[in-house]
């Protein structure tokens, strides 16, 4: 393995193209969809199938808000009303915001650190089929009337089999049980890729800041989503096997499973946030032209919000009788996690400040989520108030606040992520006039709808309830957020458009359209199946601008073209290290995935169904890690 200056003195003959396209290039057809093993496939399936998800809650909120528009309202009943509720807040939470975060770095994390594919692509592939049968069942389950109808955190004992018969809850329990393997194999194959992958000289600061956010989320994932699974698994043997875990009369305890499922909820909330923030650096720097201002704070900002995000649960919880010594704990936390979140705000300040910025679409949303996410943390720090919090606890005003935080610090930076990264995806450039249209109606319509739910909350309007009483004064209210709700629709519907059109009439983007400095804008748009055909070297965290003049670059030759191949790399100085092969496309990860499905859906019928899908499991793996013979590969 070495280093050579130049390329265009060392051309490579059209005979080794054409080989290492053939070496990477999966399948044609149903059966190369189905073996699809590369990270750009994955992590492109993973955002649109998110962005799926999301257009159905998004049907879901327009059905509730119809039904809060007016007082006694028939429109739904209340179990259906329950259903729909549980299900806006379980798609939006499990299906929408973690996979979209989670595709972008499958998608972006190798192309910005300079490598052609992630660590262990099957088990990317593998990750992804979980996550699709899990919502495939879960919608199913609504359209034959048996969602679950509790509330997407499921609180006992109202998610008790007593209180919530049927098979509802048992399937919404075993479905977050079974998406959370799709999180963890993510996250396992973000944080190898990130240590061992990335292209020499790319040390550890001078990674982007993207690539330090999904390494956190990832981190972040690994120690979350295990105690929802342990919550999970305990609430389905309560209502399978009448164990006691949650259950009063038995000596169970309910908060055990508000302590559970907040240890991972808030978390969850900045696994989501985090690679937002990641995003937006991405773009500030992209369109002032400027290195991010105090990059080390920006990294120790990050890695504090992830620590400390862990000791927030608590303020969920602050109406349960907990011990004062707690309530104080758990609100001076509360109050710290600002102190991170404000360095990057100001870290971003500083970098726009004087600066020439450029308003495109991506930047126009990236300023719309300052707006929205100040006004989330400034409601924030006021319910994690003892005081202000019994007040407006299971109010409107604790959702306005949760929609500030998560509309504002995930789906508007998502949406400034994909405006911007997909020239590089699709290799065609957004309509910028559907774009900002777009922007703005999501924007004013956003705030139409969910400021006023403040005020409903401080007028007492309690949430989670169907209808209200003519006599309560929260018609007008509801209107005016009925009507908001209908104008970001037609926002979001615009950019899908955009997304549909552009991609067929869409203007050729070019390499590098925005002039941005990372990696990912070397490759081709869109890239190559095997990303970049010799790997850069890296010599600052700006590699694009401070290596203007392509003759100066640095590449990595000695790869094999007739296998696929990449280059590992030391965890701090990422110095060449060896060599990794890659397997080839397959359907081992399509069949483990409804092997375990069978176990995790066969449940709900009969224990025997699990042992069934157990074995069967046992055997995809087997086939899955069978060795491969040398004189076959050769």
């Known amino acids: 393995m070495h280093t050579v200056e130049a390329p265009a003195n060392h051309p490579d003959s059209s005979e080794a193209t054409a080989l290492l396209n053939r070496v990477w290039l999966s399948p044609p057809g149903l059966a190369g969809w189905f073996s699809h093993v590369n990270h750009r496939q994955i992590g492109y399936r993973f955002v649109v199938t998110s962005l799926v998800f999301f257009a159905l809650a998004g049907v879901l909120a327009l059905l509730i808000r119809l039904q809060l528009v007016v007082p006694e309202n028939t429109l739904l009943g209340p179990d259906l009303y329950n259903q729909l509720f549980t299900m806006h807040g379980a798609t939006m939470m499990f299906f929408f915001a973690v996979p979209a975060m ?30 699709l049968i899990a919502g495939i069942v879960l919608y199913g389950a609504l359209l034959l009337g048996m969602a679950p109808a509790a509330g997407w955190f499921a609180y006992v004992p109202l998610a008790n089999v007593a209180f919530s018969p049927g098979l509802g809850m048992d399937i919404w329990t075993t479905m977050i049980t079974f998406i959370e393997l799709s ?16 292209a020499p000289g790319m040390s ?6 993207f690539v330090w956010a999904i390494l956190v989320m990832s981190f972040m994932i690994v120690f979350a989503m295990p105690p929802l699974i342990v919550a999970s698994v305990l609430l389905l043997l309560d209502r399978s096997f009448a164990t006691q875990f949650f259950v ?16 991972f909820g808030h978390p969850e909330v900045y696994i989501i946030l985090v690679p937002a923030l990641g995003a937006i650096s991405a773009i500030i720097t992209t369109f002032t032209g400027r290195q991010i201002f105090g990059y080390t704070a920006m990294v120790l900002s990050l890695v504090a919000i992830g620590f400390v995000s862990f000791g927030l649960w608590v303020h969920h919880m602050f109406t349960t009788g907990l011990p004062q010594l707690g309530l ?9 996690i600002a102190i991170p979140s404000g360095v990057q705000i100001f870290c971003w300040i500083a970098t726009l400040w004087g600066a020439r910025i450029r308003f495109a679409t991506p930047m126009l949303f990236i300023l719309g989520f300052f707006a929205v996410f100040v006004i989330g943390g400034l409601t924030g720090v006021m319910v994690a108030s003892i005081p202000f919090d019994l007040q407006v606890h299971d109010t409107y005003f604790v959702v306005a606040h949760l929609h500030y935080v998560l509309i504002g610090g995930a789906v508007l930076p998502l949406f400034a992520a994909i405006y911007y990264w997909y020239p590089k995806a699709v290799g ?25 739910m403040h005020q409903l909350g401080l007028q007492g309007m309690p949430r989670r309830v169907y209808t209200y009483l003519a006599e309560m004064p929260w018609e007008p209210l509801n209107q005016l957020a009925t009507v908001g709700a209908f104008v970001v629709a037609l926002g979001f519907l615009l950019s899908f458009w955009n997304f549909w059109i552009s991609a067929r009439r869409g203007a050729p983007a070019g390499a590098n359209p925005w002039g941005a400095d990372t990696l990912e804008w070397y490759a081709d748009s869109p890239p190559a199946n095997y990303n970049f055909r010799h790997l850069p070297v890296v010599r600052s965290s700006t590699p694009l601008w401070d290596d203007a003049d392509a003759g100066e670059r640095q590449l990595v030759t000695g790869l094999r073209d007739d296998r696929r191949e990449v280059l590992l790399t030391t965890l701090i100085d990422a110095e060449p290290q060896g060599v990794l092969i890659l397997p080839v496309p397959t359907f081992w990860p399509l069949l483990l995935a409804l092997a375990v499905a069978v176990s995790f859906v066969g449940f709900l019928f009969s224990p ?27």
Do not use: C
Request: proline fraction near 5%; glycine fraction near 8%.
């Open 248 to 263: 009063v009369a038995g000596g169970g305890e309910p908060l055990m499973w508000q302590h559970l499922f907040w240890f």
């Open 102 to 131: 989670e595709g972008l770095g499958i998608y972006l994390v190798p192309l910005m650190i300079g490598t052609r594919d992630m660590a262990f692509p099957r088990l990317n592939a593998f990750g992804y089929y979980v996550y």
């Open 328 to 336: 104080s704990f758990f609100t001076a936390a509360s109050a710290m």
């Open 183 to 198: 999180a963890l194999a993510a996250a396992v194959e973000l944080i190898v890729t990130i240590f061992k992958q990335r």
């Open 428 to 452: 065609r450039l957004l309509s910028e006039r559907l774009g900002r249209w777009s922007f703005a109606l999501i924007f004013i319509g956003f705030n139409v709808t969910f400021f006023p």
């Open 608 to 634: 025997w169904w699990f042992v069934v899908g157990f074995f069967l499991s046992f055997l995809m793996i087997v086939g899955w890690l069978w060795p491969h013979r040398p004189w076959q590969e050769e």
């Open 204 to 209: 550890l600061n001078r990674m982007p800041l």
